[in-house]
């Protein structure tokens, strides 16, 4: 599902987005797979979007490219579904892809869809990779050209450059870094599958090293060589080590097997073609300090990357485990439960004039209670506004400095006074704006001379004081402090939990799950 929210995302011209939360946000949504962990994994992003039953009809009307259910036999299945001319193509979880005629899709669609405003066409991240490599590459090879290396050398080192470019391709199949592309290639027919073989008992060199991880390391150490010392005879010796283990690996996955490896077969073929090259155009000369320059490298590289490996490994399951305790904290039973021992306030009475943003006649209230000089006040902040941003009919949010209304030229009076200020004179989007503007600089001196000195009229000086004397009356001697309705919310959770929570304590507050919460014990 991961890779095809993230496909569907591209289509619609949105790179800028990190693959790793994609993950996050998905696997850890309490209904996850479903069409609203979609949904609220695009609210995160900002994204407006929009889940719903079309008629079939509507087909015709709806975007380039959707996210819908198609029935495979007694099942549902989510594919991307992109529209050109008269053909409809779909693409499944599986990366796999089908070209169907309107009425065929119509026979099989379930009408479900998920659909986004496109954004601005961007070069996608690819092509900007490819142009970014293809430059670098240029300038080196131009360069050492230009210092003399003879066009052979500059072809076995684009042969190296290449070997490096498929060990790292196979390191990713092997961790489950599937790519669209490779996943193809290797998929290309019924006996080959690059994951097979790469997993397999027989890709073991080592407990901590396979074949996947010496292939990069060979050619990343023979490119090193070549780039310090030019290309040696000496190597010819070190490709001719490679030609046994390439039988092996042929032998292996067309005997044992029976399963034939793509990204393989390409290294195999790559060795081969590289030995015979250099052994044509260079001399066997064995010379020690070239195997002493080399064993250097290599060794270099291969603690380097087996550094990099288990660092990446320890990430990585580091990942995995913050993924299953924010599933566990977004149970929703879980989450009622420790709801329902939070502090209960009594009636939040309203401050006349005070910041309410969102819908202020809404029935559900959020009160938040910030610091200018709060640090962890700017990442509550960017979720209150989250949660507005998907919920703006459906709650009012009240904003209450807790700042010193005895000293008004301490820092944090003078800009939540001119805050109080702004959102008087110049409305909701305005105060939202220069809160953000703070947060990014935090410099008072240069706030305020971007926003003005603030006036301290008498109205924004008796909302503070009635503001403090709430906030003291209620002992919430810390900030960010969030209350929802009449509850605060649980210091168990972070302020990034809040915005996938709301639906959940929407719900509890209602009293649908939880008919009182007050008596749960």
Not at 169 to 192: F, M, P, R
Not at 459 to 478: A, C, G, V
Request: include cysteine.
């Amino acid at each position: 599902m991961e890779q095809l929210l993230e496909q569907f995302l591209i289509k619609n011209n949105y790179t800028n987005f990190d693959e790793n939360v994609i993950k996050l946000q998905l696997q850890t949504h309490p209904n996850y797979p479903s069409f609203l962990s979609i949904t609220e994994t695009l609210n995160y992003f900002n994204i407006e979007n929009l889940a719903a039953k079309i008629p079939t009809d509507s087909l015709a009307i709806l975007p380039d490219h959707f996210l819908s259910l198609i029935i495979q036999g007694n099942t549902k299945e989510l594919v991307l579904v992109s529209k050109k001319g008269q053909q409809i193509k779909t693409r499944n979880a599986k990366g796999e892809k089908k070209t169907l005629t309107e009425n065929a899709f119509i026979a099989i669609w379930e009408n479900s869809i998920i659909a986004i405003e496109p954004g601005r066409k961007k070069l996608k991240k690819t092509k900007i990779k490819i142009i970014w490599i293809f430059l670098i590459t240029t300038i080196i090879f131009g360069l050492l050209f230009l210092q003399g290396i003879s066009f052979i050398e500059i072809f076995l080192l684009i042969m190296t450059s290449a070997g490096i470019y498929l060990g790292y391709l196979l390191i990713k199949e092997k961790i489950g870094e599937h790519s669209q592309a490779v996943y193809n290639i290797c998929n290309i027919h019924q006996k080959t599958n690059c994951n097979e073989v790469i997993n397999s008992k027989g890709s073991k060199i080592f407990d901590y090293l396979d074949l996947s991880d010496l292939t990069f390391i060979f050619f990343s150490s023979l490119m090193l060589f070549q780039l310090f010392f030019q290309w040696s005879s000496f190597l010819n010796f070190i490709l001719l080590t490679s030609i046994p283990i390439v039988l092996y690996s042929i032998y292996y996955q067309a005997v044992i097997l029976k399963k034939w490896c793509v990204l393989c077969l390409a290294v195999s073929g790559l060795l081969i073609v590289f030995t015979s090259i250099a052994i044509l155009n260079y001399p066997l000369i064995f010379l020690i300090i070239d195997a002493v320059q080399f064993i250097l490298i290599i060794s270099l590289v291969a603690f380097s990357f087996t550094f990099a490996k288990n660092q990446y490994i320890i990430r990585k399951k580091l990942f995995s485990e913050n993924i299953s305790l924010r599933r566990f904290k977004r149970d929703p039973e879980i989450f009622q439960h420790i709801f329902s021992k939070a502090k209960v306030f009594e009636r939040i009475s309203p401050i006349p004039k005070e910041i309410t943003l969102g819908n202020p006649e809404a029935s559900f209230q959020i009160t938040v209670v910030t610091n200018p000089l709060c640090g962890f006040c700017k990442t509550a902040f960017e979720n209150y506004l989250k949660i507005l941003n998907t919920h703006q009919q459906n709650i009012k949010l009240v904003i209450r400095f807790s700042v010193r209304v005895d000293n008004l030229e301490h820092p944090s009076t003078k800009i939540s006074t001119r805050l109080i200020e702004i959102y008087h004179e110049k409305g909701n989007e305005k105060f939202i704006k220069s809160y953000k503007g703070w947060f990014e600089n935090r410099n008072v001196v240069e706030w305020l001379s971007s926003h003005g000195e603030p006036k301290f009229d008498k109205i924004t000086l008796n909302i503070l004081i009635q503001q403090k004397e709430w906030i003291q009356s209620n002992d919430l001697n810390y900030t960010p402090a969030t209350i929802v309705e009449n509850r605060m919310f649980p210091k168990n959770y972070s302020y990034e939990d809040l915005p996938h929570l709301i639906n959940d304590i929407t719900t509890i507050v209602d009293g649908k799950n939880v008919p009182d919460l007050a008596e749960t014990t």
